[in-house]
């Protein structure tokens, strides 16, 4: 299924009966569950199993391209997952969409099919996962952040801001979401990161809006973190993108 979206545009929460692989060739979008929340760019889907109920925000306008599994389908994960869009399975999404729906057991959308689940186990997933709590003062400072991931403040700050000492706040985030504060606001720094470089904003604006004190500072964290600039990751999704304007994909389906 297609679906295009404009820019702040929200699907509420929902679920499905089958497993569902979500995609856009365009745009950017974070989805989001109880567990947490995941950065999708036009180089990466996320696998989302059956009943699993999530949201999706497009940070810019988004050309969704959505495909449905049935229980026959072996699952690459038992959760949700992103995952690494190869230039085949891309071109294998785009191709399913000019079939129907209720497509023939065999033929061409059956043989598409089929190619799609053989990719499913050859994906690389990818940490792109920022875990989110149920437990209310985490929580709360946890949704601050994300509206706002350039405050200023340490452990110590929000501790006292939530009426806790700073060890309790530093234990609560071990037991609940698995890793210590500095971590998850380290994830949550670098996701933002991605959507606004995919977004196209600057290195130094990107930096300026994250809290950094340089761009060179903001530089050397993604690399760290990515293993390339974020220069180097800019280029490469427009190279990706300038490809399918290149090959007229995008505009082939536009009304599908």
Known sequence: MAYDYPAGDKVPVHEH??????YAIEGTMTVSTREGKWVLLPTRAIWIPTRMRHAIRMRGRVRMRTV?????VTPP??????????????????????EPRNYAPTGRGAQISALICNELHLWQTLPLHLPWPKEPRLRRICNTLQKNPGLNGDMEYWATREGMSSRTLARAFRVKLG????????????????????????????????????????????RKATGVSPTEQQKGLMDILTRQLVDGQPASIATQ
């Open 179 to 222: 890793m210590s504060f500095h971590e998850w606001r380290s994830q949550l720094l670098l996701l933002e990161a991605h959507i606004r470089l995919g977004e196209g904003q600057s290195s130094s604006r990107v930096a300026h809006a994250l809290g950094y004190a340089s761009p060179a500072a903001f530089s050397a964290m993604f």
């Open 77 to 98: 994960a038992l959760t949700c997952a992103v995952v690494r869009v190869s230039p085949l399975l891309r071109e294998l999404i785009v191709s399913m969409l000019t």
């Open 68 to 72: 449905f599994f049935d229980e026959t």
């Open 17 to 22: 009966s089958k497993a569902q692989l979500i």
